[in-house]
């Protein structure tokens, strides 16, 4: 058994008659089996012929070592199979396949580095002596994508390291195989992401608002998203005075501006901001001190009177705050509750005031009203200060209205009744 005209897929078989047929009167059938270096201990069947001791043999695999033998069959049945025929290589072929299982891993010494790692070429497949792989990688951002960066890779590696990437980042990788003939196709797209690191940015100061005696809000210019080096989880405030520092979190990533409470009269503080992630925070901004004002809200207004009216009502005086803060008063919030009900709150602005309690109010005992004070400035309003409390008078028309009367000594003397 020889075999000629070898091709990446076939090749043709020949071999000479048996000379002995078995005195059969049935011409011969010749029938091709083969077994291959994939699978040396199983033949399989290439094809059966009748008479003509030839056959072309196709449907082979590229760069494979085939061996052939052939069995004769006459009307009684078929003989033993010749001798095998020589080790036959089909030619090797472009690669119909690509490598296997390629993946990647973040390096544990760096968040910006990526192993990618692949398996060989199958056979068949591979179809000939592997020359050198194809690795193509780009950044896979939400924008139009980038060029390709293609790199080489030695027949014999199956890793390649990818460094200074962006962090937290998804790069595209996709990698094919070389042979003597031509390259193979290029394997489905795989998908890797950098690790995070704290970010690389430092937010700015802008401004400070809104600065009183116990709070100011501070406005911060944020880190540049190229800079974040992961999933901002926002910002870290600090701020210390006498060596005190304290930290209040922003966990917005989004929040530019943020309102600092609960801080000391007429102390300099000195402010500081930072942006952070998963894996940490990054470089503070350049520290900037702020102020606050004194303690500037009014006191608690004095001298505070209250008194039944003949006739119904009632009569509240007071004077102005000893201390007024840093501006003078400017207006007072007045508070009262029946029988420890719902405070009524009324702002006086005006210099005047008529409070009417309802109707239905007067079928009901009133057996107790109080009364308090807030004294208000620029700065906001001071402590509230409550009247003596008072009975109610014996005497509460049940058809009427019960009408309070207030008079105003605390602006500028009296100013008026309501």
């Not at 695999?61 to 003989?79: C, H, K, M, S, T």
């Not at 595209?172 to 970010?199: C, D, F, H, L």
């Not at 602005?349 to 109010?361: M, Q, V």
């Amino acid at each position: 058994v020889q075999t000629s005209d070898p091709s990446s897929r076939g090749c043709s078989l020949n071999w000479l008659m048996p000379s002995f047929t078995g005195n059969s009167r049935i011409g011969l059938t010749y029938h091709i089996e083969y077994n291959s270096s994939l699978n040396p201990t199983t033949f399989l069947r290439a094809g059966s012929v009748s008479t003509q001791p030839s056959i072309a043999i196709s449907g082979l695999d590229p760069d494979v070592d085939y061996q052939f033998r052939v069995l004769a069959q006459n009307e009684i049945g078929r003989g033993e199979p010749s001798r095998l025929s020589r080790v036959f290589t089909t030619l090797p072929a472009i690669p119909s396949a690509y490598p296997l299982h390629l993946r990647a891993r973040q390096s544990s010494s760096s968040s910006n580095v990526l192993l990618a790692l692949w398996d060989r070429t199958p056979v068949p497949g591979v179809n000939g002596p592997v020359i050198k792989y194809h690795f193509r990688y780009r950044k896979n951002a939400s924008e139009v994508a980038s060029e390709w960066i293609t790199k080489s890779v030695g027949s014999h590696n199956f890793t390649l390291t990818l460094a200074e990437l962006d962090l937290h980042a998804v790069y595209a990788m996709s990698i094919r195989v070389k042979n003597s003939v031509g390259w193979g196709p290029w394997s489905p797209v795989y998908y890797a992401q950098t690790g995070e690191s704290p970010p690389s940015g430092a937010p700015a100061i802008l401004k400070f608002t809104n600065i009183t005696a116990r709070s100011v809000t501070i406005h911060f210019e944020g880190v540049p998203s190229k800079l974040q080096n992961g999933i901002l989880r926002g910002y870290k405030i600090s701020y210390r005075v006498d060596s005190d520092p304290k930290i209040f979190g922003v966990t917005s990533p989004r929040a530019r501006h943020v309102t600092i409470n609960g801080l000391l009269p007429n102390r300099k503080y000195v402010f500081d901001v930072r942006a952070y992630n998963n894996a940490g925070s990054g470089p503070k901004s350049a520290e900037v001190n702020v102020t606050t004002l004194e303690d500037g809200l009014p006191g608690v207004p004095v001298n505070l009177k209250a008194e039944w009216k003949e006739g119904g009502g009632a009569v509240l005086s007071w004077n102005k705050p000893s201390e007024i803060g840093r501006s003078d008063v400017i207006k007072y919030k007045i508070a009262y509750q029946i029988d420890n009900g719902d405070w009524i709150v009324y702002v006086v602005i005006d210099n005047s005031l008529a409070l009417n309690l309802p109707d239905s109010i007067g079928g009901i005992s009133v057996n107790e009203l109080k009364f308090r004070i807030t004294a208000s400035n620029h700065q906001g309003y001071g402590s509230p200060a409550s009247f003596p409390q008072i009975p109610a008078p014996d005497q509460l028309s049940s058809d009427e209205p019960f009408y309070m009367q207030i008079w105003f000594w605390g602006l500028a003397g009296e100013i008026g009744r309501a």
